[in-house]
Nanobody, 116 residues
């Protein structure tokens, strides 16, 4: 069973919104800081938002004030609400533990394309 399963990606026009969901296994989700990452071809995977188990959140400067991360601990699910989307937000979005690296297990990701 995959540890993370992302969903909710798609094609959206600039200025539009999307909400991504990530279902995680209970053993990983409970008490862990969970993050959203994004990756474009040829580039490294960058962390864009983090939800800490105490309710604190943090964001990369590139998405601050546009993206909102939230979590439902009862459902072991984390969300990423993306508003005011820009073409440069186009990427494959992944969720994982905070500061996950290449050797960690990753899901298939959710493709987000922002284009008119």
């Amino acid at each position: 069973q995959a540890e993370f399963a992302e969903s909710g990606g798609g094609l959206v026009q600039p200025g539009g919104s999307l909400r991504l969901s990530c279902a995680a296994s209970r053993t990983i989700f409970s008490g862990s800081a969970i993050a959203w990452y994004r990756q474009t071809p040829g580039n490294q995977r960058d962390e864009v938002a983090v939800s800490y188990s105490a309710g604190v959140t943090s964001y990369a400067d590139s998405v601050k004030d546009r993206f909102t991360i939230s979590r439902d601990n009862a459902k072991n699910t984390v969300y990423l609400q993306m508003n005011s989307l820009k073409p440069e937000d186009t990427a494959v979005y992944y969720c994982n533990k905070h500061r996950a690296g290449p050797l960690d297990s990753w899901g298939q990701g959710a493709q987000v394309t922002v284009s008119s």
